[in-house]
């Protein structure tokens, strides 16, 4: 919804810049046809300026198929008047080109409209050639080569800067999905609860451990009795008590290595460590200071404990392996009654095959 208002907004401002442009260049028109005495063709640019006022409120009120239909009419009109006004010579069929562009510029129309207006605009530019061999209204010749290089440079300029319009609105709403996708990568990776790394983004991280070859190790927290303390206490406390422990972590262990939340009240953690003895001692004062840490909630202080497995990845592990190894930890210590630190050795594999 947001990437649909957005480009609907980016649309709307290179409409608006179209009528701001159309509105002063007609009205520029309407002046030098007032110095060269031309009445309805000062009529026929007048006209043309509310019609752009008419349109910026079509614009503006999402009308884009009527602003669409109008504008490319105007334009085209406006070029058959004064080509056959002035003939071909003084250069206005060169307006005939800006709807053959435009066209294909308005995605909010129909490849049907697009195609219908482009191919009309063509026989119309081929038949004034045809027909406007003879100007109703003569000039000097040096007024001629004014009007023509006028009318050149002016339909250029526009054509180009309709291209900026669009280019800068391309760019906008490519900035606009880069800064999504970007939110979106966050959302994933993050968990809304805790704000640690979700399942799937330590995945990504184990991995680049993994082929990156450094020594780690893998810590598996859970909270002890986490079940019985949500139905005791309550939901909204159980969050409280996965917060306060995601906080304690993060201040421990985010530093040297990356911390998330696996699944329900388990954590894992890869920790970026050179021996055994080290990893234990960081898991073993993660897991006092998560004890000592109180959780309140309205006015109840609480206390939570956790049993953490360890295991150390070598090289020829694969990342389900060493996940195995840390919650056959993890287990070895919810049966020696919890509220301690593991660490995965050949006795614990031959406990958990």
Not at 151 to 175: C, E, H, K, P, T
Not at 210 to 233: A, T
Not at 235 to 261: F, M, N, P, Y
Not at 297 to 309: E, K, Q, Y
Request: glycine content about 6%.
């Amino acid at each position: 919804m947001a990437q649909k208002v957005s480009s609907d907004a980016n649309y709307m401002v290179i409409l608006q810049q179209s009528v701001y442009m159309a509105f002063i260049i007609h009205f520029v028109w309407a002046l030098l046809f007032i110095w060269l005495e031309v009445p309805f063709l000062v009529a026929a640019n007048i006209a043309s300026c509310f019609l752009y006022i008419v349109n910026y409120f079509l614009v503006k009120n999402e009308a884009y198929r009527l602003y669409f239909i109008l504008a490319l009419s105007e334009i085209s009109i406006h070029a058959c008047l004064s080509t056959f006004t002035f003939g071909w010579e003084a250069g206005f069929h060169y307006y005939g080109i800006i709807p053959v562009y435009g066209a294909f510029f308005f995605p909010k129309m129909s490849k049907s409209y697009k195609c219908t207006a482009a191919i009309l605009s063509i026989f119309l530019y081929i038949g004034l050639y045809f027909i406007s061999d003879r100007a109703i209204i003569s000039l000097s010749a040096h007024m001629i080569d004014f009007l023509y290089v006028l009318n050149i440079a002016a339909a250029f300029l526009i054509i180009a800067l309709l291209g900026s319009f669009f280019r800068s609105s391309v760019d906008r709403m490519i900035d606009h999905l880069n800064e999504t996708n970007e939110k979106l990568n966050i959302m994933a990776s993050t968990d809304s609860l805790t704000g640690l790394f979700t399942r799937r983004k330590m995945y990504t991280c184990l991995d680049k451990g993994i082929r990156g070859q450094f020594p780690f190790f893998v810590l598996l927290l859970d909270i002890d009795y986490f079940k019985q303390f949500n139905d005791r206490y309550g939901h909204e406390c159980g969050d409280k008590a996965l917060v306060t422990c995601a906080k304690v972590i993060e201040q421990l262990a985010g530093e040297t290595g990356s911390v998330s939340r696996w699944g329900g009240e388990e954590f894992l953690i890869m920790l970026r460590s050179e021996t055994k003895e080290e990893a234990a001692a960081l898991a073993e004062k993660i897991r006092r200071s998560i004890a000592q840490q109180p959780v309140v909630n309205r006015d109840r202080t609480l206390f939570i404990s956790v049993t953490i497995g360890l295991a150390e990845w070598r090289i020829g592990k694969e990342i389900e392996h060493i996940i195995y190894e840390a919650d056959c930890a993890l287990y070895e210590g919810k049966k020696k009654g919890r509220n301690c630190v593991v660490l995965y050795n050949d006795q614990t594999a031959a406990l958990h095959p």
